[in-house]
């Protein structure tokens, strides 16, 4: 039995050691706003908040974290940056397919959280690890400048 | 014409060559339906005429809305007003991205006069008779069709169901129907000053017969139509988690599977060691089909680790052994005989001779585009329950569901009608998931048919997808062209080589004429510029390496090489690229128009700083127009980056102006990001490229600003998924060809040395 904390809620699941939490999330506990794209830390699509870190769940053995630890996913995500990101989505229509977007939700609210007036280059880093095959780059961007704009305000 | 059409298509099957992996042969398409596939997939200026020339009445019953109380929540049709007020709108297309759901719902809430927050979106169960694609006669989304579609059945079913709600409010009032007015979702007698909502009159309408005339809405009057910021009816959905996509069906008792494939394409299953797999913890069995071996599984990572755990020996006897070096070697060589004839007219050879020796110029050019996958951002994957009553349930983001209804009911040996399908949201297809073989479906039937205890969900994954085929195809243009003294287009010469896949499908008798793949020559043979000596033809290659359209299809190629190697004429003659294409365009208003508009915009002409460049490119796709001005940098090292691009866009009508300004948007991001770095390789058969690891896709930094301009038209409505892609790529090569002299004629540009 493994011991975790997702969403502010301790879970006990009954997987091997080395099964990724991406599957953990996915396939034990129901919770199927966190995306498979690659399984190999290259989409950015499974990204989910460990201790308040943007973290790739299908890189990270069950293994790797503690009871401790907290999980944030897409379903749990709370907070000023969270909702001003989720509002600037939405008010400039940013998804297209939408399977890319919880993932690059996440990545945006953990840039913002520590930054909250990203220059384009900010933008880039933070980023460019989230891929978007509908190409919907323009309004990420565009759309983290709103919710940054929102938080300082 | 669509009764028949429809009756046809369903009584004689979808086509004679059959489903390569299902083994299924039914009977041929019929006529209609073929030439109608053929048109919507952007072949033919005509597409749009077996909608437009529906007989009214007929469509108006075909598009009945129905009007029910609670007893019957689905019934099938396109427009449901139930009595808590909503409106809900069914789409027959797939929604994987272009945002159709709300574009669709939009046309039938107009007619309605429905109020936006009121309407939502579901999609269509799979039912060809009332459901199928106007343009193909089976149920299916492809050729950016659904809205030119569906553009008068729905605005016919809402402006059906709007008089019903009238009548049932003038019946309850006693007042003349013609007193009673509607708006914003409100149902008004003003005189009595009484008023009902939908809700409240959907139980009485629904008793009520459906007109079989309607009269539709004055354009001038449309308020939901066209207006800029109509948010999409997914945005929430799909910014908190909650959308469903068929990865994240999970119906009791499911068990996930994995299938092994040949690496080698057309390879088969020699023999398999299972125990090892059989041993991984949550591995529940394995089994051998005739796709490859699937192990099927608890969860996915018991289902993956165990796949790695098998051994399995291929037999190659029928695979493609060859690299794709070797390929295109093997196409030069097929390049320098004739092939089939796909367009000619006067005589091009002597045209670029008589050019030569009076003082015109000859330019030739080898253009060479690899095989691309689509890689959608939710790996193909579908969940099948087997039905006790026969026959199954599929979830997925189906895409030809006709089509997939007809091979899981040969391989289950049940009726069409017994395979249910519940279609899911897709996270992106770009063309992947609608195969005229239903492939991944197939497989996952095959695997719920053999492991019948619980529902199986096959899940692909991302190396499965960049291995998997069903790329765009490897294709190869080898073109001389010429203008004269005076610096006139006067002869074009175009050969081109790639694999059809039309051939061996249900579609080969429509759309391979002559020996000639009408989506490998689309855009070439039909070229917009009046050249009074047109000379092209094709060379149809084969191999094991399965093919298919990818977004905008044969014109991500032809469109790519004309305009290109119009930049390289314009330069020869001493001309300005966009006046040079303008001069020639004197005759295609629409495509003149776009040209103007981008060039405009993006302000052509004016002088850049050292290292910059502007490129242009205009084309006609799908019947939509589209013109490109992109702007780059190129620096010190030779290096490139994209740093603008202006789209102009004729669609015709626009229903939803943010979700065109959208799809231009990510395909200039689509035909970037391919046009840089993107290829699939082989070397010895063996696909080189595995994930988005080496399969490099566009990312946020590669992205460059993207302005969208769109011309106001009251045309009939045109697609816009695939449109914006064909220009984006040559007019960025363009703008590198400005500023550096070398032409870009291999892709990706990083073969080049120019991307890093
Ligand atoms: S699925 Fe984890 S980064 Fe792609
Ligand atoms: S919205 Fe489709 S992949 Fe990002």
Redesign the interface.
Known sequence: MVRINVNGEERQVD??ED??LL?VL???L?M?????????A??G?CTVHVDGTPTRACQTPVSMLTPDSKIT???GVKGKAAQAV?AA??KL??????????GQ?MSAIALLTDNQNPTDQD??AA??G????????????AAIKDAAQTMRA | MLHHLIRHAAQNGFGEHGFPESGFAPGPLSAPSRRGFLKAIGVGAGALVIGAHLPMPALAAEAAPKIVGPADPRPHAFIIVAPDNTVTVLAKHLD????IVTGLATIAAEELDADWSQVRGAFAPADQKLYANHFFGVQGTGGSTAVANSWDELRMAGAAARAMLVAAAAARWKVPAGEVTVSKGVVRHAASNRSLTFGELAEEAAKLPVPQQVKLKDKKDYVLIGKPDL??L????????????A??I?RPGQV?AVLARSPRFGGTVKSVDDAAARKV??VIDVVSLPVGVAVIAK???AA?KGREALTVTWDDAKAETRGTDAMLADYRKAAEKPGDVAAAKGDAEKAIADAKAKGGHVVEGEFVFPYLAH?????LNAVVALNPEGGCTIWAGSQFQTVEQMVAAHILGCKPEQVKIETQ????S?GRRATPSADYIAEAVMIAKAYPKAPVHL?W??EDDIKGGRYRPLVLHKITAAVDAKGDLVGWKQRIVGQSFMAGTPFEAVMVKNGVDATMVEGASDMAYPVANLAVDAHTVASPVTTLWWRSVGHTHTAYAKEVMIDRLAKAAGKDPVAFRMEMLRDHPRLAGVLKLAAEKAGWGQPLPQGKGRGVAVHESFNTYVAHVADVSVDAKGQIKVDRVVVAVDCGEVVNP??VK?QM??????GI?HALRDEITMTDGKVDQA???SYL?????D?P??EVHIVPSHERPTGAGEPGVPTVAPAVANAVFSVTGQPLQTLPFSRGGIVS
């Open positions: 997987v091997p099964m990724p599957w996915r396939d034990e129901n199927t706003g966190t995306k498979f794209g690659c399984g190999i290259q989409c699509a996913t897409i379903e989720q989505w939405q229509d940013v998804v297209q397919c939408g399977y890319c977007q919880s939700i933008i880039d980023m460019d989230n891929v978007c095959r509908c190409a919907t780059y323009v309004r990420i961007r | 994987k991205g272009q945002g948010h999409r997914d945005h929430v959905s799909k910014t908190n988690g909650t959308a469903i996509f990865m994240d999970r996930t913890p949550g969860n996915t990572w993956i890689a959608p951002m939710e790996p949201w897709a996270g992106g770009f899940v994954t991302r943010d979700i959208a948007e990510g395909g200039a991001g689509w990001g994930n988005f690891d896709p566009m990312r946020m930094s992205m600003a993207v």
